[in-house]
């Protein structure tokens, strides 16, 4: 989608929206628009109960003056608590709207408002990059959709005098890129995306400056990477390690680390997942596709930090081959690992990936992402990711970061008990601690494999990676959850 600054006149075709503040004073994009329709805008908006709250839409057609066009005004409340996430928000519902029609353009008429804390080129780039972020469509397997079902909005048009909005939009935009292509990631068919092929996408990212290393089965066997390789021994396609290094920062100084799990389809392996619902496993590499989509947005917008984006790839099958309940392996630490449930595997995947993560590397930090836990979905629902560390500071960091981003997070417990429940009677540990807890055990579990000293957390986006209804800023579908959080998280902490 095209995105494009004016400081000119109006368009004088396509669709206009409004930010309207509630109360006498609508602001004067609106009052520009009401003197031009005669009073016409102010008399629909009373006639549809309208007032402007924040998030409240309306969609007008055949204003006077405005004959032909259409006019959507959004709230945005009395404008004084008025944050980055809700001028996002307000850009996606605008779109929203739009995206319904079969309008080819829409112009924001922002007229240098300015919000809350927010400057006009402050609030213009973010409308912008809120309408951009919710313009994503996924739909290259659809061949016989119908005309009208093809939305023909193709420029958005951000009218403001503040001359700083496309610099500021800059960024924003090579965040975007990585959010859509997070989501693409995790929007691909296993047939498509798997461990092979997902790498390729990774290798991709070196026209962006990024340095993309892959390892094979036969380089991880040599490391001794048993639990990552045991969940793939039953498929065809080859596991996968990957290694994604932006170096923004000053020259010998020690990377952040991303670690991602990467299972590019998840059967369960021996024990079988249910068949309803199996589908959605396309997605279970959320993780890897977040750390992806991350180290795009980084490379992108030429962070000043040293980033290192590790993700394991597999495919968890259940073949003569596969690993069996009851089976011990040996990880790359050296730490061996009972079996007890094949479907229990991408914490196995990460074990040795993190390993080699702090190995190669020696990370200033290491924060995993994975879609981990059904139990975290029964605590946080589809609302919050869970986070787990034992380092209240890191636990603050990225608490921080959610919250700017909106990339929304909770922290969950993680204690010596958690750790004891996974203790096992033949091997150093066993890969599931039982029904309770079942979020902090599977944390504790990959806790196991992280160096004294070594600060860490662990992310449950379980619950997250994809959404089955629409927001303001995300269709349904793969929501792209991680990599708005990861570049917060990074900018706020480890950029100067």
């Not at 008429?109 to 006009?120: C, H, I, K, Q, T």
């Not at 200033?364 to 879609?371: E, G, S, Y």
């Not at 039982?434 to 449950?460: V, Y």
């Amino acid at each position: 989608m095209k995105v494009t600054f004016s400081k000119g006149a109006l368009p004088t075709s396509g669709a206009l929206a409004i930010l309207c503040l509630s109360g006498r004073d609508r602001g004067a994009p609106f009052a520009e628009i009401d003197d031009a329709s005669g009073g016409a805008l102010a008399a629909a908006a009373k006639a549809a109960g309208f007032d402007g709250k924040k998030g409240q839409t309306l969609d007008l057609a055949g204003l006077s003056g405005f004959e032909g066009r259409r006019v959507v005004l959004v709230g945005a409340g009395k404008g004084e608590a008025y944050s980055p996430l809700d001028a996002e928000r307000a850009g996606g519902a605008a779109v929203a709207l739009i995206l319904k029609t079969r309008e080819k353009a829409l112009a924001f008429a922002l007229g240098g408002l300015e919000l809350g804390d927010l400057s006009a080129a402050d609030l213009a780039a973010r409308v912008a990059f809120g309408a951009r972020l919710r313009c994503y469509r996924f739909d290259r397997y659809r061949t016989t959709l119908e005309k009208d079902q093809i939305p023909p909005l193709a420029r958005i048009t951000v009218n403001t005098p503040a001359a700083r909005a496309r610099d500021a939009f800059a960024d924003l935009e090579k965040i975007a890129d990585g959010v859509d292509l997070t989501r693409d990631l995790v929007s691909e068919p296993a047939n498509i995306l798997y461990p092979e092929s997902f790498a390729q996408k990774c290798r991709e990212l070196e026209s962006l400056g990024v340095r993309v290393k892959v390892l094979g089965e036969k380089e991880m066997e040599k490391l001794g990477m048993g639990s990552l390789l045991g969940v793939g021994q039953g498929s065809v396609r080859e596991s996968k390690l990957v290694a994604m290094e932006w170096l923004g920062g000053k020259k010998g100084d020690k990377p952040v680390a991303f670690v991602g799990k990467g299972v590019t389809f998840d059967t369960g392996g021996i024990s079988l997942k249910p068949g309803p619902g199996m589908e959605d496993m396309k997605w279970d590499m959320g993780g890897a596709g977040a750390v992806t989509g991350a180290m795009a947005a980084l490379a992108g917008r030429k962070a000043k930090a040293n980033v290192v984006g590790v993700v394991g790839l597999v495919e968890n099958m259940p073949d003569g081959n596969a690993q069996r309940p009851g089976d011990v392996v040996t990880s790359m630490s050296g730490k061996t690992i009972e079996i007890l449930n094949t479907d229990a595997e991408g914490r196995l995947v990460l074990a040795d990936a993190i390993w080699w993560t702090q190995e190669t590397y020696q990370p200033k930090v290491v924060v995993d992402l994975a879609t981990l836990t059904g139990a975290i979905i029964i605590s946080l629902a589809h609302e919050f990711c869970g986070l787990f560390t034992q380092d209240d500071d890191l636990a603050a960091q990225l608490l921080e970061s959610g919250e700017a981003s909106g990339d929304k997070v909770w922290r969950m417990p993680l204690t010596k008990t958690h750790f004891d429940m996974i203790k096992s009677d033949i091997a150093d540990m066993k890969n599931i601690g039982g029904r309770d807890g079942g979020s902090s055990t599977a944390a504790s579990f990959i806790g196991n494999f992280i160096k004294e000293g070594q600060p860490w957390a662990h992310l449950d986006i379980a619950g997250m990676a994809w959404s089955k209804k629409a927001t303001p800023t995300c269709p349904k579908g793969g929501t792209g959850y991680g990599v708005r959080l990861l570049d917060e998280f990074i900018r706020t902490n480890y950029e100067g």
